[in-house]
């Protein structure tokens, strides 16, 4: 763990927001304020930039993890799509964001979902409800788990 880091410093006090987690993983929803209710992220224990530094057992898992973790939240937020963005400025370790597209809330379509977030983070847009958050971890904890069962991943 690098205490510099945001992203290894948020795991400790965030354990609440934590839906699942492996040796190598944890899917964890972003603190409050959030800019939207099952807004999370797929984030790697390990300290690495992005997933151009997964080795090639790391790059399978990765892959096997987000979709489950995107399939969970897809049902989870009775969404079609759920986006994933990644870009690794806010802290050099390996964080997806993974976010329900919600097709009645247009300010959240495509790009717009970067100025809903800055919108969020000025206090401009209420952030998502606290309760609300708490529910939907509750059902993307369970909907992961089930479909990672008999993963044999680490
Ligand atoms: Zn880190």
């Given amino acids: 763990m690098a205490p510099e880091c945001s992203v290894c410093t948020a795991h400790v006090p965030h354990a609440q927001l934590v839906a699942w987690e492996s040796a190598r993983w944890i899917?964890?929803?972003?603190?409050?304020?959030a800019p939207l209710c099952g807004w999370f992220l797929l984030c790697s224990r390990r300290h690495l930039a992005s997933v151009a530094d997964l080795n090639a057992e790391e790059e399978r898992e990765f892959a096997q993890v987000l979709g489950a973790c995107m399939r969970a939240l897809r049902t989870a937020a009775e969404v079609p799509r759920v986006y994933v963005l990644m870009f690794g400025e806010g802290?050099?370790?390996l964080h997806a964001h993974i976010i329900p597209r919600d097709p009645a809330c247009e300010g959240t379509r495509a790009w717009a979902v970067a100025d809903w977030y800055r919108a969020v983070e000025r206090g401009e847009r209420a952030p998502a409800d606290v309760s609300a958050v708490d529910r939907m971890i509750a059902v993307v904890r369970g909907r992961v788990t089930d479909e990672l069962v008999g993963w044999r991943g680490a």
């Fill in 91 to 93: 802290a050099p370790h």
């Fill in 27 to 33: 899917l964890r929803h972003h603190p409050h304020p």
